[in-house]
């Protein structure tokens, strides 16, 4: 019978080892709180997530491999749930990619999570296939890297990143992680969009059940969004121009993530990498209809 427990300083060095380091790091700059599951006394799994006043948003699950299958998660959840409950919580939340965490579905629909498809398409590519896209053959026009912007250009381009990011629902931790490999679209020598190359420290995506993934070992080395011009070559300019970088600066196991707002730059991205992009689901579960 699976058995749920808080993590503590006293238990930590049983269930460390199925916790990601990079969520050990976020726990010192943001509110994460971790659950641990046991069976038969001995460590199997946890439970994480992130606390949003009423709303617990989970951002990662694991149970050893002989466990999966048995019920023992579903069992370690519903006791979950209800002791958040109990501690004041109204909803649990899972943003999460159906198409690469299909295990999770299982999990939201046996629960009755309520799912809302979101608006941004996610691309998953290597930095070699970018290397070898069309858009390498397009000479970028109106392009220069973020980092050699003069400076009151690059406060002016920063006002429409920091819009357009809200947007987004994305929180750069520092302008230091966009600047060297972002570039930036101008118009009579003015900032008017850019395609934001952030270097995260960490990812915001819920993991695998693999201990050693999150969501693999190489992912989310750089991530991409385009703000700003509608112009419509704009987006082909500024991946042309990631591309000349990408060839002499990147190795090719780098692993790029985008999110694009659905439409002409999602078209565009598909079209010259030839890989489809998926949609994030919002995943919310009604902690009082339990």
Avoid: W
């Avoid at 994480?48 to 579903?74: H, N």
């Avoid at 002791?83 to 909803?91: I, Q, S, V």
């Avoid at 985008?258 to 565009?268: C, I, P």
């Amino acid at each position: 019978m699976a058995f749920l427990e808080e993590i503590s300083p006293a238990n930590m060095r049983s269930f460390e080892p199925f916790i990601p380091e990079a969520l050990k790091q976020k726990a010192l700059v943001e509110d994460i709180h971790f659950y641990g599951i046991s069976e038969s006394e001995e460590a199997a799994g946890c439970i994480i997530f992130v606390d949003k006043i009423t709303v617990a948003e989970i951002r990662y699950l694991y149970i050893v491999p002989y466990l999966r299958g048995t019920g023992a998660m579903d069992q370690a959840l519903m006791e979950f749930f209800y002791e958040l409950r109990e501690e004041g919580y109204t909803h649990v939340r899972v943003n999460y990619i159906p198409e690469e965490f299909r295990n999770f579905i299982a999990i939201s629909k046996r629960f009755g999570f309520e799912e809302t498809r979101l608006d941004l398409a996610y691309f998953r590519f290597r930095a070699e296939d970018i290397k070898k896209c069309r858009a390498t053959s397009f000479s970028p026009k109106n392009i220069m890297r973020l980092k050699y912007l003069p400076e009151d250009k690059k406060r002016k381009l920063f006002k429409i990143i920091d819009k357009n990011m809200t947007f987004y629902n994305y929180d750069l931790s520092a302008e230091s992680d966009i600047l060297p490999y972002s570039m930036a679209y101008l118009e009579n020598e003015d900032p008017k969009g850019a395609l934001v190359v952030e270097s995260p420290r960490l990812t915001l995506l819920p993991a695998t059940e693999e201990k050693n993934t999150f969501p693999d070992p190489n992912a989310f080395d750089l991530v991409l969004f385009f703000v700003g011009t509608k112009t419509l070559m704009a987006p082909l300019y500024l991946l042309s121009g990631l591309c000349k970088v990408i060839q002499t600066e990147l190795n090719d196991n780098v692993v790029l993530t985008g999110y694009f707002q659905e439409g002409h730059v999602t078209r565009l991205i598909e079209g010259t990498l030839g890989i489809k992009g998926y949609h994030e689901v919002c995943a919310t579960l009604d902690l009082m209809q339990l």
